[in-house]
């Protein structure tokens, strides 16, 4: 396939809005990428997990340890209806999942497509459709189901650098009650929102808001909401959305328990004040020195790219090959505003990273 050819095939892809709450459209999502791969020598194994699809495509009739996954996620963040109407601008290819990671995805296929048939060792393609969810239902399922490999390229956006760190997060709740009272006689009442943002503070002092990039523990505060109606009543009732992410060797938050990061929130509650802890993922680390990061870099510079490592903010599912004991890294094209109103992929790196891909798994078998 053609530049041309893949980018109306992207063009496709990007006009399907495959949103969490779209079962319907992340099955097409998933159908349309699997169309490219109709041939009777690719065994595709489905999965269903929470209403989530996800595929795991190989040569062969039975699954292998694989020698190397290349995994992709084809869901996308909520975003108005403009946004699935993709446009071409130049050299821009714009539009909801263009860069975050539709286009990655289908350079990956194609040369899953291409080569796997062809390669010394097994080599998987993993499409899921609930990385922005998590990743529970799609890599972390598989993995659960005895999906298994040495090492794993994860499409997402990189500008064909190399990340082989990205941060853990957990998501919880600050739930404030307090004693519901007529506003004209406070004294009667106890105003949970204020010991919510007491709370909030402290939390805050402690992890300040990030005004430039910065490799540390950030906590954002995504929503603060009451059952309070009325302007003249105190709020008997608030609670606040965190969303926290935090790098390996955070000595509070990595490789604890839920119970235990739990624990550490309280600290910084007010009386009345309660964290509700709901999901805790772990950062992501890779090996530097290891054969194939090092491949992938060569391979990156051997196309005028200058291959660099790469640390991640966001959280990605190679954290759940991490808990296995297993290195993945994050490879794919260039681009800007993922999850923006001006989301793009930066087309003149597409073929550069099919070409970087296709000699990475090309050299590995030699």
């Known amino acids: 396939?053609?530049?041309?050819?893949?980018?109306?095939?992207?063009?496709?892809?990007?006009?399907?809005?495959?949103?969490?709450?779209?079962?319907?459209?992340?099955?097409?999502?998933?159908?349309?990428?699997?169309?490219?791969?109709?041939?009777?020598?690719?065994?595709?194994?489905r999965f269903v997990s929470n209403g989530k699809p996800s595929a795991l495509v190989y040569p062969g009739p039975r699954r292998p340890r694989f020698r190397v996954i290349l995994n992709a996620h084809l869901d996308v963040v909520p975003a108005p209806p403009h946004q699935f109407?993709?446009?071409?601008?130049?050299?821009?290819?714009?539009?909801r999942g263009a860069h975050d990671m539709k286009v990655s995805a289908l350079v990956e296929t194609l040369v899953f497509r291409e080569l796997a048939g062809?390669?010394?060792?097994?080599?998987?393609?993993?499409?899921?459709t609930d990385e922005e969810v998590g990743g529970l239902d799609g890599t972390a399922h598989q993995i659960?189901?005895?999906?298994?490999?040495?090492?794993?390229?994860?499409?997402?956006?990189?500008?064909l650098r190399v990340v082989t760190d990205s941060k853990g997060m957990v998501s919880a709740n600050l739930r404030a009650n307090g004693l519901g009272a007529h506003s004209a006689y406070q004294w009667l009442g106890d105003n949970a929102l204020l010991k919510l943002n007491r709370s909030l503070g402290a939390l805050l002092e402690r992890y300040?808001?990030?005004?430039?990039?910065?490799?540390?523990?950030?906590?954002?505060?995504?929503?603060?909401?009451?059952?309070?109606?009325?302007?003249?009543?105190?709020?008997?009732?608030?609670?606040?959305?965190?969303d926290i992410r935090f790098p390996a060797g955070d000595p509070d938050l990595d490789g604890r328990t839920e119970e235990e990061v739990t624990a550490h929130l309280a600290a910084f509650c007010a009386p009345g004040v309660v964290p509700v802890v709901t999901h805790v993922a772990p950062p992501h680390h890779a090996d530097p020195e290891r054969p194939e990061v090092l491949g992938l870099r060569r391979a990156a510079r051997n196309q005028g790219y200058d291959g660099a490592l790469l640390r991640k903010h966001g959280?990605?599912?190679?954290?759940?090959?991490?808990?296995?004991?297993?290195?993945?890294?994050?490879?794919?094209?260039?681009?800007?505003?993922?999850?923006?109103?001006?989301?793009?992929?930066?087309?003149?790196?597409?073929?550069?990273?099919?070409?970087?891909l296709r000699e990475f798994l090309t050299d590995l078998g030699t």
């Open 1 to 45: 396939m053609d530049l041309d050819s893949l980018l109306v095939t992207a063009r496709r892809l990007l006009a399907v809005p495959s949103t969490a709450d779209r079962p319907g459209d992340l099955r097409e999502a998933l159908e349309l990428v699997l169309g490219l791969l109709a041939d009777d020598s690719f065994t595709v194994e």
């Open 85 to 95: 109407r993709p446009r071409l601008e130049g050299t821009r290819l714009y539009g």
């Open 118 to 128: 062809a390669l010394p060792y097994p080599i998987g393609l993993q499409l899921v």
């Open 144 to 159: 659960d189901q005895g999906v298994t490999a040495d090492f794993v390229v994860i499409g997402e956006q990189s500008g």
């Open 208 to 242: 300040p808001v990030a005004t430039e990039e910065a490799w540390r523990t950030t906590v954002n505060v995504a929503r603060i909401e009451t059952s309070n109606t009325a302007r003249n009543q105190v709020p008997d009732q608030a609670e606040a959305w965190l």
């Open 315 to 356: 959280a990605a599912d190679g954290r759940f090959y991490y808990r296995r004991g297993i290195d993945a890294v994050i490879f794919g094209i260039g681009g800007d505003g993922q999850h923006g109103p001006e989301e793009y992929a930066d087309i003149t790196t597409i073929e550069p990273y099919r070409r970087a």
